[in-house]
């Protein structure tokens, strides 16, 4: 029984049912209900002052995903919910089945857990860290092994929970654990590799040393670990794994610090970001990651809104194009070019570099994530469905990943169906306006105009500049029937790229300027952004402009964009 049953409300929806669904799931995975006491009196006390508990403190094996579905469904109150039990499902849909299975049998793929730092100086710890990092790189540039990503793997750090139950979860066929105890300019490093089927150790190795080996050791062990899974390196991969693109470890710390404040797209993580690259060149020169991060920094400054010209996209245009020439094999030219193509608007050309750039290294979460955008906006829905797969297999606990995976619903009308899974990217990353904008833009497609609105004043605080803020706060009052303030908030917004024109579009029909909203929507289209089905059918915030003859005409060169983009193969 809900609250709002036990109080006596008449008017209660779909959320209660939701509620006793959620209490009836939580029983049947730990054998008990979510509130117990000696008396129903007691039971009712509990259930009123105090939050559902977490089903993993009783079921620890239980998915991450289903946890949070079935926190929510128990939510004390009822707009908290989910809208209708199809949504509580597909919160759990490939999640729970009845448990998460196994890799398949022929599956390489590893999860590293972050080595246990066994000295006692605090220091160790980031060095045990940047250990787990540069084995994870080395690993990713095997191709027959899908190794998971750095983001994923650190969220792991001091984990109780068994081997077996995170393979399950992650869908990984083996798990590397290990240990570093530094004294001084000692060294020693332990290492196993442990089949999570069957719980055993398949390698483990002992490593003894100085500090002026730690290259060389975490070479030895990504080596042993590609014998032990039974793999034979390329010339190509033999190759790679000797290279080392950054080779101070702590400036190699300070590339991945950076790369993830660049991830949370506002003003003062990029400043963070560059500033980080910039202490990291003065203690490794200028070699090409860190070159092309310090680009990437520039290209994102623009997206995000933070400056309003583009001279930082023709700064990393150079950039990029001198990475071509001097590191053909790198991905780190072809992943910039690409980033700069989704600004500029020429998205297949973009969706041509991010797959040169894939080629050169399979598991770049980043390239993955742009592709996966730039075939959205292209309106190959099967395609942009396919990327999503494929980062969960790289990076399965990282909120970006999540953001991408919630997203696709919303392009085939089903909006509500993917906001669990934008939910639970907020949830492990609450700072990032981009995943908060996802999340008020989904609910005020799903018709939750009030959880859009909280979502929308959070961004207005967050990421006032951020060109998707104005954005959600017009649809917001928009919907609310609010037009003039609608137009008021869109007065000085700046126009970028095609998606940016795209989603404002939306905003300024909402808000009833059908002109502006068409000029744009068309702008978007020739520039790239052209997501057929969802314009001409699935989009809401479009339903007063379908039927005019301009909007019509802008659905059918949609169309045959979408169908020109589909049948040239560009897509993956």
Excluded at 125 to 147: H, M, N, P, W
Excluded at 552 to 571: C, D, N, W
Aim: hydrophobic letters at 45%; a negative charge; aromatic letters at 6%.
């Amino acid at each position: 029984m809900s609250p709002e049953q036990a109080t006596g409300e008449r008017e209660l929806t779909a959320a209660s049912d939701v509620y006793g669904l959620g209490a009836i799931l939580f029983e049947l995975l730990t054998g008990e209900p979510p509130f117990t006491g000696p008396t129903a009196h007691a039971i009712l006390v509990k259930r009123f002052t105090t939050e559902a508990p977490d089903l993993r403190t009783r079921r620890p094996d239980a998915p991450v995903a289903c946890a949070a579905a079935v926190a929510r469904a128990l939510a004390s109150e009822p707009d908290q919910r989910f809208p209708t039990a199809a949504a509580f499902a597909a919160a759990l849909v490939g999640e729970v089945s009845p448990m998460p299975v196994a890799a398949p049998a022929d599956d390489r793929s590893v999860v590293v857990l972050p080595f246990c730092n066994q000295g006692t100086n605090p220091e160790d710890e980031q060095f045990s860290d940047g250990l787990t990092e540069e084995i994870i790189t080395d690993l990713a540039r095997v191709k027959a092994i899908r190794v998971l990503s750095r983001t994923s793997s650190m969220q792991l750090k001091d984990t109780t929970r068994s081997i077996p139950a995170l393979g399950r979860e992650l869908r990984v066929s083996h798990a590397l654990s290990g240990s570093v105890r530094r004294a001084g300019t000692s060294l020693r490093i332990t290492a196993e590799l442990i089949e999570v089927a069957t719980d055993t150790p398949v390698w483990a190795e002992r490593f003894s040393g100085t500090m002026d080996d730690i290259f060389d050791v975490q070479e030895r062990v990504a080596r042993e670990i590609v014998a032990a899974l039974g793999v034979t390196l390329s010339a190509e991969e033999d190759h790679r794994l000797a290279q080392r693109p950054i080779q101070d470890r702590r400036a190699f710390e300070l590339y991945l610090r950076a790369r993830q404040e660049i991830r949370r797209y506002d003003g003062p993580s990029i400043e963070r970001a560059e500033e980080l690259v910039r202490q990291a060149i003065a203690i490794e020169g200028e070699v090409p990651p860190l070159r092309a991060l310090l680009a990437w920094a520039k290209v994102i400054r623009v997206r995000a809104g933070v400056v309003t010209d583009t001279r930082g996209l023709d700064e990393a245009t150079a950039v990029a194009e001198a990475l071509i020439r001097e590191v053909p094999d790198a991905p780190y030219g072809h992943a910039l070019m690409g980033y700069i193509g989704h600004e500029r608007g020429t998205i297949p050309k973009a969706i041509g570099h991010l797959r040169d750039a894939l080629e050169r290294d399979p598991d770049d979460v980043d390239a993955i994530i742009y592709l996966a955008i730039g075939v959205m906006g292209c309106g190959d829905t099967a395609a942009s469905a396919r990327m999503a797969e494929r980062l969960k297999a790289v990076d399965p606990l990282a909120p970006m990943t999540w953001m991408l995976v919630g997203a696709v619903p919303w392009w085939v009308g089903r909006p509500a169906d993917g906001i669990p899974d934008l939910e639970r990217a907020l949830s492990i990353d609450a700072g990032n306006p981009m995943i908060r904008w996802t999340v008020g833009y989904a609910r005020a497609m799903a018709g939750d105009v009030a959880g859009a609105a909280r979502e929308a004043a959070v961004l207005a605080e967050q990421a006032p500049t951020m060109p998707y803020t104005p954005q959600l706060l017009a649809i917001v009052q928009g919907l609310q029937g609010r037009h003039e303030e609608a137009q008021a908030i869109l007065r000085d917004v700046t126009l970028l790229d095609a998606h940016q024109l795209f989603h404002l579009s939306e905003a300024f029909a909402v808000a009833g300027d059908t002109e502006r909203a068409l000029a744009l929507l068309e702008e978007a289209v020739d520039t790239g952004f052209h997501p057929a089905g969802f314009i001409a059918e699935h989009c809401p915030f479009f339903e007063s402009l379908r039927g005019t003859p301009r909007f019509e005409a802008i659905a059918e060169k949609a169309q045959r964009l979408t169908r020109e983009f589909v049948a040239s193969g560009v897509a993956p």
